[in-house]
């Protein structure tokens, strides 16, 4: 199946396609005919199946022609593939343990076969069942200070850097879908939007709202123009698969050379989306524990980032930027610590606004969280949208004005007991 | 001579291997053996020769596999003809008229032949002649505008400029010089550095201020990661050939995607420096009413350069960023005006940042300038310098908070009488 034409899978034809692939059929073990093929996939634009045979299961993720979600009226192109297996292993590179292993990749069909994670499940599946995971603010904290901050120019050799932004420069489809998803189309009627009914005076507050729409299309320029570091570009609760003692990131497949801040800020808006879904999930107890645990993930998420990525720049910052040559080799450490701080606090500025233009989109526009649509009385998950909603605007259009993650999470809480 | 192996032009040879190339025979006119053919080129990296026939003069400019102003111990790329060629056409049809017109391009040779502009010279020569230029601050704040919004997202359709922006990363080579010779080694004692040995206290200060070398550090993050849109990459006043009449920018091989607010820096750098250069220049007479020129020639360019991106922003805006979707569209046309008052709120800042970097380099790094050059008397010339360098380290510190061209225009004055 090398370099022939692309062909989707499906559970009746994957034995036979992939069982002269030694890297898979050896893993899976036995003879194909005699595998167990599930096709699993319920992201918004691929086929996933799991494999199973006498020795092993084996994931195999197939990129289609077109938006699964939407079907074939919106073609996307399957060199996404190319893209997820290149930051695949930039990832696995810079943050090792982070991400699934890779046993084989096929361009043309563009399908690659993983590490088969199991017994984990989807985080954001997780959160909503109201399970507390310990080891996600450190894991995924680690992986975000690492991956930002070895794929920029504080560490890495400026000409592998260009080279490589210049190879994902190439991944405009997806890049397009969030430019256009996340940072326009919520803040006007956009044809594909939809939200819950009873928010409609808050949505039209809000596409009135001048402040709000001047701010993320700010943001929208920082995502274009702003090329920091490889980033995952879609780095939300789905995209982590985990279990009390293991956390792996998956499906970068929206990859490319944008701002630091970016992952950061989308993660952390899905846990506070999370937060504020809570309340549409209490029919079987209380949540309140579990609302704790949300924020105090978010502040130790962003504490271990920013210790990680200090402890970077202190030990591995090998890249041209803010050079040791000009700091530590004249003395000053100071001045080093200086421009750490600086950077640091721009994270922190453009995080903000990346987390509130996240958490407009999952509820004004095309690609809903499940955190909300799981909550099935409208007026219920209309009044956490709504709090989510507001929380959100406040920390876009505020972001240079605010000091502390314990100081918008009191926010979130004040909003969402209905302020 | 095409797609031959790479051999360097000389006057005695340029003839026999340029007559064969139709686009520029029949322009030249004449038997080739006829032509005159002169080696004029002062740069730093190429070859420029003067090719006079029968019928017309025609400029062949060939870049060198190192750099001129050094040697064979330092190679760079050919590909920086590429970059030129392509950046050229890119400029031509963004702001029409301000760059010589292109004959031929040969890619193996890297050879432009171009437009023989004549009676222009170069304006760093004009002004150090005290010459008043009147077309200058309309001719490049139009020519800066228009190219700078029409190659960013703001006009060109994004996957163009995604391509556009990948194409050009790969002149990794002379970003290279830009980010060490500008950003880094004049603030410490970098191997090839050199200065007017009176300002050795100076030096010492600035290399010592821990807030200059931080925020230098900083410009050089927005160079190397902002890529908003084609800027020219090297735009001082020895890139600019001027009549009275007439204004055209040369030599883009620097050209690649980075902030809007490099190319305005830099120019407006080079025509503070010649404003701190003229006392040294004064044997012949004053230099008052040239003075006066300068800074006014800088107010003019900025507002020029602010009235034609507005003007563009009002009317070109067909991009993906600030889409009039959000703003227009729905009655909200004061969105879209403050948005472009934050869009060029933010180029101003990073223009003084960029300005007072550019003007440290050329006194304290390798590459310097006439301006100062040609002021033989050392004393002279380290006291017009002096002037400039404390006038560079304020723009760059302080840029946050300078409101007006009138503000450190006024202190320009100050500290070129001595403050």
Known sequence: MHGSTFQALTVETLPQRLGPVAAVAERVG????AWKVREVGDGNLNLVFIVEGE???VVVKQALPYVRLV??????PLKRSFFEYHALTRQEKRAPGSVPAIYHF?????LIAMEYLSPHIILRRALIQGRQLPRIAEDLGLFMARTLFRGSDLHMPTRERKADLALFADNTELCDITENLVFTDPYFAAPMNRHTPELDPLVAELRADRNLKVEAQKLKHLFAAK???LVHGDLHTGSVMVTDGDTRVIDPEFAFYGPIAFDVGMLLANYWMAFFSQRGHE???SREAMRAYLLQVIEETWAVFRAEFARLWRTERTGMLYHRSLYEDQGDTLG???ALSHLIHEVWTDMLGFAGVEIHRRILGLAHNADFETIEDTGSRASCEGAALKFGRHIAVNRRHIHSLAEINHL???LDKGL
Chains 1, 2 share one sequence.
């Open 30 to 33: 036995g003879q194909p005919s």
């Open 55 to 57: 020795k092993a299961a």
């Open 71 to 76: 079907g074939d009226s919106w073609p996307l």
């Open 106 to 110: 096929d361009e043309s069909q563009a």
């Open 227 to 229: 090329a920091e570091t």
């Open 283 to 285: 029919e079987q107890g």
């Open 336 to 338: 080093a610590e200086q």
């Open 412 to 414: 979130a809480q004040s």
